[in-house]
Every structure is written in structure tokens, then in C-alpha cells.
């Protein structure tokens, strides 16, 4: 049998100079992939976090936002069973506190901002009439945001019983399984107005194709908006971004939206 216990020491002397990287060798490190960080936002803020998130990756560009819109009920159910994301925006502030309080959060929610309730509609003029429009014979359908799960659908029930409203519209009410569908069914001709958020009236879509009444604060309770890093969030990047939302970049792209911001 050939005996190779001589090869050894030959082969060892070789790695090093295999191995490492000569004076002229310029082959460049292989890239960092970026860190996703797993947002789950409240539908009223689909052009807004856009903005936002633009800018954050300008600022960080080795943390990639992957965001999901929808219905902050039902992203707070999804949270509690599991969903893996690492901060939830939501549309109101009781369900992060829920969230906190069963121990699914790594710290305390924090408000961003307050939102607001307008009467959109893209046939008629909410800004002659007012809310009373709901009443008009040509409002042969009217769309809010389903206030089983959607805060902005709780709110616009507030404002249609502060009028004595609701149960004159109750029957003619449809009703979308967020705030971005609610004001879809405005927008294509499914329904004939629209509860809808201010901030979605103000985008660029919407603001080309319709007009809208802004319900006055007293007609409901505020709509304090908070967000939540939560529990297995990627901790760095997350804070990242916590501290984001709080700069003055952030703050003006909320404002631009219509909505309200915490002191």
C-alpha cells in the first residue's frame, strides 16, 4: 500500500500562500445583506409610512422596511398568534397597550400621532354640505371602515351617533375590512361617500379625484395613533427606526398628511 504521510507537510506549507490575499489581489468583500425589519401599519398611514420609509432608507441604508397595511384589529390579532413582524403601527393605541400588557412587546407604546375623520366623496361636495350629506338622496351608499376591527371604523360610527345619524344610515352603510378599502369603495363608485382618514384624503390620488369635509374633533374622541417595537423585533434596526419617527424629517411628513403630532 502507497503511503502518502510525506504529501502532508507539502500541502500545509502551500495553504497560506492559497489562502491569502496577495498585494495585488483588489477583489472587493462580499456585500452585507441588509437587516429586514417587519412592519405591520394601520391602512391610514399607506402614503405616509411610504414617505417615511424613503427616507429612513436613505438615512439607513443597510436596514430594509418591509411593510404590510391593513386592519389594526386584525394585525393585533395576528401579533398574539404569532405573526412574525418587529413593529406595528396601529391606528389607535389600545391595541399596542393589549399587546404590552400579555407581555408581546419590548417596551412601552409610544404615540405618533392623531388622526383625523373626513366625509369624502368624489361625485358630490362634502364642503357645501357638510356631514348632513350623508342624508342627501344621492348617497345611495356610504362607506366606513368596519368598527369590529378598524379604529377608524369605531370613530366613524362616533361621529354619525354625535350627529343623530346613524340609525337614518345604518342600512345604507358598507362596510371596508380597512381604512385604505373604505376609501376604495369611495374612490371606484362602490359606495357614494366615504368616512375616511385625513391622511389618505391628502395623497395624491385621492386629492386629484375628490373633495371632502374634515369632521370637527368634538364630533368624537380622539384617535391617538401609537406604535409598538415588538418582543423578537431585530433590536437594533428597530430602534432605528423608533427614534426616526420622533425626528424632525418624520414629523413633517406626518404633517403633511393631515395628522396631528404629540408634543
Known sequence: MLRLSWLWPVLLSLLPACSAPSADDHTAPPATAPVILRVAAAADLRYALDSLVAVFGRQQPGVQVAVTYGSSGKFYEQIRHGAP?????????????????????????????????????????????????????????LAIANPAHAPYGKKAVEILRHYHLYDQVQSRLVLGENIAQTANYAVTGAADAGLIALALALSPELKAQGRYFVVPPEAYSPLLQSFVVLKNASAQPAARLAAFVGSAPARRVLQAYGFTLPR
Do not use: C
Open 85 to 141: 413582524f418587529d413593529v406595528f403601527f396601529s391606528a389607535d393605541s389600545d391595541y399596542p397597550r393589549q399587546l404590552q400588557e400579555q407581555g408581546l412587546t419590548a417596551a412601552a407604546p409610544v404615540p405618533y400621532a392623531t388622526g383625523q375623520l373626513v366625509l369624502w366623496s368624489k361625485t358630490l361636495n362634502p364642503a357645501a354640505q357638510g356631514i348632513r350629506m350623508v342624508l342627501d338622496p344621492r348617497v345611495h351608499k
